[in-house]
């Protein structure tokens, strides 16, 4: 429907009714991320004693136990409000109330955008960029007290219970910062610039998403001066029901940054389907928007399943239902399995996008069209669909349906035929190539590799007999770092790498680069890959004592880890030094891609595209000299010029 | 975005500053929340016994979790009660425990671990009486059990039946009704930390009586450090 | 754009130089046969008999046989990638940098496409029906198959065991001498084995390693796993399912012994527990312990009808 | 691109096919979002039902549900709350008939009904929760009952706030376009986009009595 460029029947008429002038507010009455921190404190404080008055007179909540639940969860939820409202996210659907139109802010080139609320889907990627990193510091950070505990087998450096705290912390802040490394910079960044949209569909929910985002940072953080939550990422009552104030923040912090992945599908999912510009039909969308397409879907619909089953872990802990716990006539299964049913589709939330990347880079790097373009699509749908029928192989040992694991066994397995139609996909765009061996490109077949292994071990996973071996195991442990660590965060850093040029006009230093990735793959399978065997040989996960025979292999892997974390701090320095102190300009498309984004202006124009481009050609047509060109970017002038009304045009549910 | 190289350089050093400055804050600060660890093992001369003295109390009365029940451990040689459950002792040296136990009773949610295990003789004395078993659905019942389970060891505690209990640690033996008991074991020959704890679901107002004290180190759980003397 | 817009199978371009291309697909296929066949007889032949979880149980030795079978299968797909890959990023490489030369057009190539899709299926189906007949036949692999197992094993002969999981330790019923309930897990040689796997708080898991038994000990579930023991020897037992502070300290080893000596042993230790074996609730597949502790406290007692029970096994709710 | 960029948002220049383009664009992604706010809550909803199906076919240790009927959730609170949803979503389906056919008045005065309808389903929920005859953590159903009020109380708000934020805006735009000289009825962009809104809120509002009627049937009949 979007290719069709003639005027509606009707003539447009009298313009849309003019917005209210953007209000001159003194500096101190404007919203940004100090006001949101003022507020999220008062409405933190606010909740605490809420909660205490609420519920404090109630012995069972506050008794005994000396924690009042209520008083967290409100506290939390509070500040969470506080956090929105202080950044200036509700101001519109408040002021929508009152049959206000939104409120156009004035354009701000400063970097003082970074730290407001910002409607423009550039501003939002960067800030997710920056988000996402942090994130995934700090968790990485924990991930090295993890491998500090586990040097000895049976000497504790770290304590028991701080290690149970660290390694949920770690693993819950890596789970939400992965669900959305690649969607919320990358996605919001680039999808409009590659369909050739000036804007996203709901730019407010766009931001909105990102201020959740970092409230669920800021909230599950929390969770260590709460006293940790015992039960790890998967959060499995009823020692969730049992645990202490940790784990609210963990159920309040999974949907505050679930609610953040519904907000940021919805808006790239209605984005790619309506904002394509004319000509951009679906055979030419770049690969990368399909994978984002894909991720989109499943973040807006397998995410309220963990928002809910949050919500009834949340009642269980302030209410006191008993959705999980079997004495009173919940059941821990039900957990187990709402937790799944979202926790399956998650983990390609998290592999997707790192397909798109690296077929996306690929061709560049190659010189030639991806091959069979439609396979790779149809892999990515064919994963997204079969993601939502699998989520019991998490269970073949826990007694739940076990006769219908065969069932399970089947989807799982099936699961790798899409998967490897996207290898098909990459390996083919490899034959008779002319390959150049730029630091993006390393990433993404640094990517290739990993994710081989963690595919491969997958089909081990799934095979029950197997599994009986290796579930919970080590083995696990490796899988899955292979799948999203080499594979997700691998690609991330091949987008990086590869687009940063575009975002900032300002280039890596490429050899730094060059060492960054070498350390990085290196030191990740010396890393992740002796957890293969520690697994086998039968080390179970989150423990912090083992068999003195495995000591060898977990201080390989420790040192190993050590480095790793070493090798992002080339990266750090590279960016310090060569984006921000000593920037190195950019060429205009050092990569030579074809790729829509690459051929608006750098650094891009508030509206991205002078004129809304005509789509002609896909952006894979290397090989061919005598291919049409991408896109018409160069339109004439408007026989009519008229200015953009200030009032955003769409209407916001 | 136009400013000065040394302005860049500044800032990007400031914000450097201040997340190692948050890192090594939040580090210390977490580590620091580690309870001490009272030390048996500096000074032991081999083949000389090791005399631990333990006591549990319902209500620890004070601090952030006044409500939450808790063992202390006396240190050998100022002789105060540390509130902590980490103990250092030497390796392959008989350890006699004498536990003073404050708190009231009730029925084991297991009652297998009544069952004296591990100790010398297989038994230990209550307040004088050598017993191997404790019934907790008669009597005062069990309040708490000293447990070492990867060493084999188990110790129920009778609980006091007295409704006067002491409530503010720690409690003195000449003002609160209390059980006196006695065991003894020998650490293994092998140095390592390990974990003891109590079996007795009495960490009230959780689900199972088995949250909040009954999963924190310095209450109800600790570490039984064996260290070469 | 069209699939078939690519050229014939294998894919070519005519772009570069005059030069015949050499038979690059005929060498990687050539080469990828050959060290996948050295690799898989390599691995079989050393590493195979070897692999965990070892062959002390049936499920043990079936999971062993199994995990064997896919790394076969694993293997060359590994290999085959890695070759690819290798071939491709050394052959295809840009001499010159700097350049953008074109590389061959070639957006698909339908032969390959549906050989591909028919391969990876015909993989992945095979290793299902052989994954469910390793499941099916040897009586659940070992794996807890829940309260009523229909993958049972043929033996009419079954020891069961309770095994019961609490925060933190493992205790063992044994049903058929009085139910008795111990620390140790004792087992005879040669003797097919009913582990009834349950839990009186949180989710565990009973791992017996060398045993390759796994299932999961859930609140009033039983989950029941099985397997025939073939050695004597010594078996770690471990939690693989998170369940708090000391989840990592939840660990102990089992024993499986000759039948002889575990007549003995059951005997002496049902003798030896006589007075304890008293106190404790009658023998059930699950208990029902209060989800309050002793003192009481998490849900309020006695707001609605609902008995106030605390400990395992001694009543049901009323009702 | 040889001209000059204009980086202000203001000096952006559109032709009248990019302004339709857009509009188009605007109109198509309402429809989307708002069938997709549906799909969401459809599958948080769904979750809910798994609970319910889930636990109580389960029946842990008899505990669905403790003591029968005397003890469930007061029928008459339940089947006033979803009358008033049910007249609610009916009086939105009505309006937005209404809003098409260009009777604005009639629009109005029916979307406002519903706001207030909602508004009184709203209110009787949360009385509801907060004066039940049973403990939250009495059974299964309790537990189920306790989750679909509060799931409701979420759900109810938002579909009242999205119908009132519509009749609010109608307000302020129906004021505009007087001055203007235009109706409602025209195919100018804030018309056809309100359109597009208000359609998309009758759909959700019968997403809402599809689920009313689902769960009352659920907790209050079987």
């Keep these: 429907m979007a290719i069709d460029t003639t005027a509606p029947e009707a003539p447009l008429g009298a313009a849309p009714p003019p917005a209210a002038p953007a209000p001159h507010r003194p500096v101190w009455l404007q919203q940004n991320v100090l006001t949101a921190i003022v507020l999220a404190v008062a409405g933190f404080a606010l909740g605490h004693w809420a909660g205490n008055r609420i519920a404090g007179g109630y012995p069972n909540v506050a008794g005994a136990s000396g924690e009042n639940e209520v008083a967290i969860c409100l506290s939390l939820g509070l500040g969470v409000l506080g956090w929105l409202l202080g950044i200036g996210a509700l101001n519109y659907p408040i002021a929508k109330m009152f049959g206000r139109e939104a409120i156009q802010e004035p354009y701000n080139p400063s970097w003082t955008r970074f730290f407001k609320f910002s409607t423009d889907h550039k501003v939002v990627g960067v800030q997710y960029f920056f988000g996402v990193i942090t994130f995934f510091f700090t968790a990485g950070l924990l991930a090295m007290a993890i491998r500090t505990e586990l040097l000895y087998p049976t000497n504790h450096l770290i304590g028991p219970g701080t290690y149970i705290e660290i390694v949920g912390e770690h693993g819950t802040m890596m789970m939400m910062m992965a669900s959305s490394a690649v969607v919320g910079p990358l996605g919001n960044y680039l999808v409009p610039l590659m369909i050739g949209a000036r804007r996203t569909a709901f730019p407010r929910i766009e931001a909105t998403s990102f201020w959740l985002f970092t409230a669920g940072y800021l909230v599950i953080l929390t969770a260590l001066p709460f006293g940790g939550f015992p039960t790890g990422w998967t959060g499995y009552a009823p020692l969730q029901t049992q645990a202490s104030g940790g784990m609210d923040s963990y159920l309040v912090g999974f949907a505050v940054i679930g609610l953040g992945m519904i907000l940021a599908g919805f808006n790239l999912i209605a984005t790619i389907i309506h904002y394509r510009a004319p000509g951009m039909t679906w055979a030419r969308v770049p690969v990368f928007v399909w994978s984002i397409l894909a991720t989109s879907a499943l973040l807006a619909l397998a995410t309220p399943t963990l928002v809910t089953a949050g919500l009834f872990g949340i009642l269980d802990r302030t209410a006191q239902t008993a959705f999980y716990v079997n004495e009173r006539g919940g059941s821990s299964f039900l957990w187990e399995n709402l937790f799944w049913f979202f926790g399956h589709p998650e983990v390609y939330i998290m592999a997707l996008p790192g397909f798109g990347i690296v077929a996306e880079i690929l061709p560049v790097f190659t010189r030639k069209p991806v091959f069979a373009y439609r396979v790779a699509t149809a892999g990515m749908f064919g994963v997204a669909l079969l993601s939502f029928f699998v989520w019991q192989h998490h269970l073949f040992q826990s007694g739940i349906n076990p006769d219908m694991r065969p069932l399970y066994m089947l989807t799982t397995e099936l699961i790798s035929i899409p998967t490897g139609f996207i290898y098909l996909v990459t390996l083919g765009t490899l034959w008779r190539a002319r390959i150049r061996f730029e630091v993006p490109m390393l990433f993404a077949l640094g990517m290739l590799f990993n994710f081989l292994i963690g595919g491969v071990t997958g089909v081990f996973l799934s095979d029950v007999p197997v599994d009986v071996t290796v579930h919970g195991s080590f083995f696990v442990m490796a899988h899955f770092h292979y799948t999203i660590m080499g594979g997700l965060i691998f690609a991330l850093f091949a987008g990086i790498y590869y687009w940063t040029p575009k975002v900032t006009g300002r280039q890596f230093d490429q050899r730094l680069g060059k060492i960054h990735f070498w350390c990085m793959f290196v030191f990740f399978n010396c890393t992740f890959f002796p957890l293969f065997i520690l697994g086998l040989l039968g080390m179970p996960r989150r423990v912090f004592t083992y068999a003195a025979n495995l000591q060898f292999l977990n201080d390989f892997s420790s040192v190993s880890a050590y480095l790793l974390g070493t090798s992002f701090l080339i990266f750090v320095a590279n960016f310090i030094w060569t984006i921000v102190i000593e920037p190195r300009p950019a060429p205009a498309n050092p990569w030579g891609s074809l790729g829509l984004e690459w051929q608006t202006p750098t650094p891009v124009p508030y509206y991205n595209f002078e004129r809304i481009p005509v789509v002609m050609n896909d952006p894979y047509h290397y090989a061919e000299a005598d291919a049409d060109p991408v896109a018409d970017i160069s339109l004439p002038p408007p026989a009519v010029a008229m200015n953009r009304p200030p009032a955003a045009q769409a209407i916001e549910p | ?229 | 754009m069209a699939e078939t817009n690519g050229s014939s199978s294998p894919p070519t371009g005519t772009t570069g130089s005059g030069t015949p291309e050499p038979p690059h697909a005929k060498r990687m296929i050539t080469f990828w046969l050959i060290i996948s066949l050295v690799v898989d007889v390599l691995y079989y032949t050393l590493a195979g008999p070897h692999m965990p979880p070892g062959d002390m149980t049936s499920a043990a030795s079936g999971a062993q046989f199994d995990l064997n079978i896919l790394m076969i299968c694993a293997l060359p797909v590994i290999l085959g990638v890695w070759t690819y890959l290798g071939y491709a990023l050394y052959n295809f490489r840009e001499g010159r940098p700097g350049t953008l030369l074109t590389g061959p057009m070639a957006h698909g190539n339908f032969r390959l496409q549906v050989g591909w899709m028919v391969g990876t299926t015909v993989l992945v189906l095979g290793l299902f029906v052989f994954g469910t007949a390793e499941l099916i036949i040897p009586a659940g692999a070992g794996g807890g198959e829940g309260p009523d197992p229909i993958w049972t094993p043929t033996s009419h002969t079954v020891l069961p065991i309770q095994v019961i999981g609490q925060q933190w330790k493992w205790t063992y019923r044994y049903p058929t001498y009085g139910g008795f309930e111990t620390t140790s897990l004792v087992i005879p040689d040669n003797t097919t084995i009913a582990f009834h796997v349950t839990s009186l708080d949180v989710i565990h898991d009973f791992w017996a390693y060398q045993l390759g038994i796994k299932a999961d000990a859930n609140p009033q579930q039983d989950n029941v796993a099985f397997t025939t023991t073939h050695q004597l020897g010594q078996f770690t037992v471990r939690c693989d399912e998170l369940c708090g502070l000391w989840h990592g300290a939840m660990y102990g080893f089992g024993h499986v012994v000759t039948k002889a000596a575990f007549a003995a042993w059951a005997t002496r230790t049902e003798a030896q527990l006589a007075a304890n074996t008293k106190l404790l609730p009658p023998f059930q597949w699950t208990y029902v312990p209060d989800a309050n502790g002793a003192d009481g406290g998490y849900y309020p007692d006695n707001v609605d009808p609902y008995s106030k029970v605390e400990i395992y096994g001694a009543q049901k709710a009323k009702v | 691109m040889s001209q000059a960029i204009s980086r202000e948002p203001a000096e952006i220049q559109e032709t009248l096919e990019e302004r339709a383009y857009e509009l188009r664009a605007a109109e198509g992604a309402t429809w989307t979002g708002t069938r997709l706010a549906i799909g969401i809550a459809i599958f948080a909803f769904a979750s809910l039902a798994f609970a319910y199906f889930y636990l109580r076919s389960g029946n842990n240790l008899d505990l669905w549900e403790v003591s029968g009927r005397a003890h469930s959730a007061p029928t008459a609170y339940g089947a006033a709350v979803m009358a008033f949803m049910l007249a609610a979503v009916a009086l939105t389906v009505l309006a937005v008939r209404r809003l098409k056919a260009g009777r604005l008045i009639e629009w109005q005065t029916a979307g406002w009904a519903s706001v207030l309808s909602g508004l009184l389903a709203l209110g009787l929920q949360i009385f509801e929760l907060t004066n039940l005859p049973f403990y939250p953590g009495r059974d299964g159903y309790a537990s189920c009952f306790i989750g679909w009020a509060t799931m409701n109380i979420v759900a109810i708000i938002g579909a009242v706030y999205w119908q009132e934020t519509l009749v609010a805006r109608f307000a302020v735009l129906k004021r505009l376009f007087a001055a203007e000289g235009t109706t409602f009825d025209s195919p100018l962009p804030a018309a056809r986009l309100f359109r597009a809104n208000a359609d998309g809120c009758a759909a959700f509002m019968i997403f809402m009595a599809v689920a009313e009627v689902f769960f009352w049937v659920l907790f209050y009949v079987i």
């Design chain 2, 1 to 229: 975005m136009r400013m000065a190289r040394s302005t860049r350089i500044a800032l990007v050093a400031v914000v450097l500053g201040i997340a190692t400055g948050l890192i090594v804050f939040v580090g210390m600060a977490y580590v620091r929340t580690s309870p001490p660890t009272v030390d048996f093992a500096t000074g032991h001369r081999a083949g000389q016994a090791v005399n631990v003295h333990m006591q549990t109390v319902g209500t620890y009365g004070k601090g952030t979790h006044p409500t939450w029940v808790s063992y202390l451990i006396q240190d050998p040689k100022t002789g105060r009660w540390v509130h902590t459950t980490l103990l250092d002792v030497p390796a392959d040296t008989r350890v006699n425990f004498t536990i003073y136990q404050f708190d009231s009773g009730s029925p084991l949610r297991n009652q297998q671990v009544g069952l004296v295990q591990g100790t010398i003789g297989g038994k230990m004395s209550v307040n004088g009486k050598s017993l191997r078993l404790l019934n907790s659905y008669s009597n005062a019942g069990v309040a708490h059990t000293f447990s070492i389970p990867t060493l084999g060891v188990n110790v129920p505690l009778l609980g006091v039946s007295s409704p006067n209990l002491c409530g503010v640690a720690p409690c003195s033996t000449a003002r609160w009704p209390h059980n006196v008991v006695r065991f003894s074991f020998v650490t293994p020959k092998a140095v390592g930390q390990y974990a003891w704890q109590c079996f007795v679901p009495c960490g009230a107002g959780w689900l199972y009586g088995n949250g909040g004290p009954m999963q924190t180190i310095g209450y109800m759980d600790g570490l039984l450090k064996v260290v070469q003397a």
